[in-house]
């Protein structure tokens, strides 16, 4: 079946650094790309939407500077947190949609900002 | 906006019990509806989902319908087994004006089986 790996699965940064988190489709091209950030016990919150080749489009309240997303191929996106802080600490996740509609999700990247 | 309302846990059941996670949506026109399960450790799965009204999806045991009376798509398991411990997630798929799509999640459910 579709696999999207997403990779850090953890990582730590100092505050001020910035922290690239990956995700790639391996097995079929995502025409779609989706960012979410998941808080404890919260659902699941999304960021941005990206298309190949074109800019992301940012959900209402998400700082675009900060979280900058590239979709540069059919088959990989990123998300750069810039200029970490502690509360950018959370859980990211990312969403491939086919061709065909169907969503597979990354495993996930729980960022701590110390 | 559409938005996705389920039971809050955590759930703790013994091994064999009847499972049941309520959700309820809000939403305009009939968007589709899913179960994703998280676990541990992993991304989200889909387990099920039904695209019209009183479409049944099932999957491993789980099954929810579409009910449009009630704006419900709850989920239930009849026996349930220590591997089903998870984060179960409903969402919608919501369609906007500009022709993109996202899906829009509630909070999740924890579930633990105990043997």
């Known amino acids: 079946g579709a696999v999207v790996s997403q990779h850090p699965s953890r990582v730590i940064c100092k505050s001020g650094t910035s922290v690239k988190i990956e995700c790639r489709s391996l097995d079929f091209q995502a025409t779609t790309m989706f960012w979410y950030r998941q808080f404890p016990k919260q659902s699941l919150m999304l960021m941005a939407t990206?298309?190949?080749?074109?800019?992301?489009?940012?959900e209402q309240g998400v700082e675009k500077d900060k979280f900058l997303i590239n979709h540069a191929s059919l088959t990989l996106s990123t998300l750069t947190v810039t200029s970490a802080h502690p509360e950018d600490s959370s859980f990211y996740i990312c969403?491939?949609?086919?061709?065909?509609?169907?969503?597979?999700f990354g495993s996930g990247t729980r960022l701590t900002v110390v | 906006g559409n938005s996705v309302t389920q039971m809050e846990g955590p759930v703790t059941l013994s091994e064999e019990a009847f499972l049941t996670i309520n959700c309820t949506y809000t939403a305009t026109g009939y968007p589709s509806l899913f179960w994703y399960v998280q676990y541990p450790g992993e991304g989200l799965q889909l387990l099920l989902k039904a695209t019209k009204a009183d479409d049944k999806g099932s999957n491993k045991g789980f099954e929810a319908t579409y009910r449009k009376e009630t704006t419900s798509f709850h989920l239930e398991k009849g026996s349930v087994q220590v591997s089903d411990s998870a984060v179960y997630f409903c969402a919608l798929r919501e369609r906007t004006q500009g022709g993109s799509e996202k899906l829009v999640f509630g909070k999740g459910t924890k579930l633990t089986v105990n043997p």
């Open positions: 969403s491939a949609r086919s061709l065909g509609g169907g969503y597979t």
């Open positions: 990206s298309n190949e080749g074109s800019k992301a489009t940012y």
